[in-house]
C-alpha cells in the first residue's frame, strides 16, 4: 500500500482509495503468446474530505487517468477498496446505478468529447435533469438557466451548439452540466490544460467559488505543478502507479521530499531570468532511465533506477509511508536522508 494522506478525521472522508491494482492487457510479443500485462495503479491510497480539493499530480503514464476512472466505475480494478459519497464500488455489479452517478460526477479535459455536438446548450443541461428528478418542463426550464448563470454564462447561449463557443464556455457548460444533478465529488480530469492561461485562471477560481458555496470536493487530476499548489488543498504524487508523497499542497509543492517529488518539481521551467537563478545542483544516475509504463513495475520502488538515493532495500520491496514534519506522507526507505534536504531552486521560484 503507497503513501496515503489524511488531512481530516475519517467521517469526513467523502473519498478513500485504499490499495487500488488496475491493470491493462497490452500487446502480444508473438502471435501465439499470451498478452503482456500493464500495471497501470499498483496499490495507490488516498483520501479527500467533504468540501477540500486534492490535486493528483505526476508526470504522463504515471495513472492518474486510470485511478479517475476507477473512481467513476468506467473501469474495473483488479482488487482495491473505493467508498465515495457513502458509496461502496465493490458492492456494484456492473455498472454504476443512477444514484451513484448523481453523486459522482466529471468534467473532463476536452468538452466537445464530452458535449453532444448536436444538442443545443439547453438540451445538454435539461438532459441530466430528466433523468434524475422528476421535474415538469418549467421547472428543468428554470434550472437551466440558474446553471448558466451559476457558471457565468447568460441566456444567449441556450440555443448554442458547442462548436459555437470558444474553449472556455464549453468547459463552463460542462461544468453546469455536472453540477446539474447536485453531487458530492467531482473528478476534475485535466479540466483546464487545454484552454488559455487568462481562461485557465478564470475556470479555476469559478471552480474555488462553486466548491466554497456547495461544498463539493474534487478530485483535481493535473500535471500543472503551480496551478496544483493554487487549487488545491492536499496533493498526492503518482509515478508508475504508486503513490510517492502526499500532503498539504503547500508543503508538498514548497518543500517537496521524496526524491521523485523534487525531481518532478526540478522539470518545472523557472521563470526566472539565468542570471537571478540560485545555482541548481547537478543530479547524476547511475542507470539508463527505463521508459515509463513500459515493463512490468518491480517489485520493490518503481523509481529506483532513477533514484539519486536509492538503496539495496528499494530493489525487492516498496517502502511503507514515513510521517514528514509540516504534514503528509513519503513512500522511501532512505527517508532519512530525503527529510534531510532541502526544497530545489525550481520550488524556491515557484513559492515567490
Known sequence: MTAAHRPTAPDDDVLTVEDLWV?????????????????????????????RTLGLVGESGSGKTTLGRAVLRLITPDRGAITAAGFQLDRFRGGAPLEYRRAVQAVFQDPLGSLDPLMEVRQILDEPLRIHFDLDSRQRQARVRELLEMVGLSAAHLTRYPYELSGGQRQRVAIAKALAVDPRLIVLDEPVSALDVSVQSQIVNLLDDIRRDRGISY????????????????????????????????????????????????????????????????????????????????????????????????????????????????????????????PSSTVSALSR
Do not use: N
Open 23 to 51: 491493470t491493462f492487457k497490452g500487446g502480444r510479443r508473438r502471435p501465439w503468446s499470451a498478452r503482456t500485462l500493464v500495471p497501470a495503479v499498483s496499490g495507490a491510497s488516498l483520501f479527500l474530505a467533504q468540501g
Open 219 to 342: 478530485l483535481f487530476i493535473a500535471h500543472d505543478l503551480a496551478l496544483v499548489r493554487h487549487a488545491c488543498h492536499d496533493v498526492a504524487v503518482m509515478y508508475r502507479g504508486r503513490i510517492m508523497e502526499s500532503g498539504p499542497a503547500d508543503r508538498v509543492c514548497g518543500a517537496p521530499r521524496h526524491p521523485y517529488t523534487r525531481l518532478l518539481f526540478d522539470a518545472v521551467p523557472e521563470p526566472v531570468p539565468r542570471a537571478m537563478r540560485p545555482p541548481r545542483p547537478a543530479r547524476r544516475f547511475d542507470a539508463p532511465l527505463p521508459d515509463v509504463g513500459t515493463g512490468p513495475t518491480p517489485a520493490g520502488c518503481p523509481f529506483f533506477h532513477r533514484c539519486p538515493l536509492r538503496t539495496q532495500a528499494c530493489a525487492t520491496a516498496f517502502p511503507a509511508p514515513t510521517a514528514v514534519p509540516g504534514g503528509g506522507q513519503i513512500a522511501c526507505f532512505a527517508a532519512d536522508r530525503a527529510l534531510a534536504g532541502g
